[in-house]
């Protein structure tokens, strides 16, 4: 054992080494969908390991502060972008969303 690696602990392997090519095909889909790769990524991390399809996007807006969820199929749902270091999420139904106290784009 080197000097190195004395004392520290083993870690799982991320995603992005063990699986590179998955990582880049999500994203080149989810790109074709208007999802940009932070999206993604932010879409990733909300779902965990529970694997289930949360689409719905929570967006906080600039000028009042108002949280409203957007569903696919509405006009801005493609150029909204989910920023969750502004406390912006993804929702896995509009029931989820509603209960969040969030309200839903009129458009």
């Not at 990582?23 to 932070?38: E, H, K, N």
């Not at 502004?86 to 029931?95: K, L, Q, T, V």
Request: hydrophobic content about 35%; overall charge positive; some cysteine.
């Amino acid at each position: 054992m080197s000097y190195r690696q004395r004392g520290r602990k083993s870690q799982q392997p991320s995603v992005f080494r063990t699986a590179p090519g998955l990582v880049v095909a999500a994203v080149a889909v989810g790109a074709a969908g208007g999802m940009t790769a932070p999206d993604f990524i932010a879409k990733w991390d909300s779902l965990g390991s529970i694997g289930i399809s949360c689409d719905i996007k929570g967006n906080i807006s600039i000028d009042s502060g108002e949280r409203i969820f957007h569903v696919p199929g509405q006009e801005y749902y493609s150029e909204t972008r989910i920023r969750p270091e502004y406390g912006e999420r993804w929702f896995c139904s509009e029931e989820e969303a509603w209960a969040a106290g969030w309200r839903k784009a009129y458009r």
